[in-house]
Structure formats: C-alpha cells, structure tokens
C-alpha cells in the first residue's frame, strides 16, 4: 500500500498550485480520501475529504471558497486544487486513504507561501 503525493513548491501570496496523490496496492475507488497539513510547531489538521461514492466532498472552514478536492479513480489519484494561497498556507500535505478502521499516509509534500 503506497501513497505519493506530489505537487509542493515555493509560491508567493495569492499564487495556486495543485496537489496531487497517487495510491496504488488498494482499490483506490472504494476509499474515502482525504487531505491534512501539518504547520511548523502546529498539530496536524484536516484540510478536505471527498467520499468514495457519490463524490460528496467537505472543506475546512479555513479553505472554503479556496482550495477544492476532487478525484479521479481510473488514475488512483486525489486532487487538491489550491488557489489564493497566503502565508497561513504554509506547511507539508499529506493525503490519507481511509475506510471503516484501515487508513493509509503518504509522506507529504511541502508548500510554502513566500513573498
């Protein structure tokens, strides 16, 4: 079981950038999915999920309006869609699989907001 995501980097404020996870070793499709980030000397913290069927998607209130979920199951890979990023933004993303009590991480990728 494996997850990459991809698609950090160095951005300034109000820039965009996309980030991308690819599971592979499960059936992507019947898994819920979901996006956390972690802030230097901050607890980790829910960003998005989007459910396995019926493509219901939920947002922090920190992200609405901002940033958005989305899937693709025939290429096992989860979106996250982030635009008008400020300095808050700032911290590694990770993506996590979960159903019922089995949950998968990938190892995050960084996103920094820099003017």
């Known amino acids: 079981v494996q997850l990459v995501e991809s698609g950090g980097g160095l951005v300034q404020p109000g820039e965009s950038l996309t980030l991308s996870c690819v599971g592979s070793?499960?059936?992507?499709?019947?898994?819920?999915m979901s996006w956390y980030r972690q802030a230097p000397g901050k607890e980790r913290e829910w960003v998005a999920s989007i459910m396995s069927v019926g493509n219901v998607r939920k947002h922090a209130d920190s992200v609405q309006g901002r940033f958005t979920i989305s899937r693709d199951n025939a290429k096992n890979t989860v979106y996250l869609q982030m635009n008008s990023l400020n300095l808050e933004d700032t911290a590694v993303y990770y993506c996590k699989g979960h159903l019922q009590a089995r949950e998968f991480w990938g190892q995050g990728t960084q996103v920094i907001v820099s003017s």
């Open positions: 070793g499960f059936i992507f499709s019947h898994y819920h």
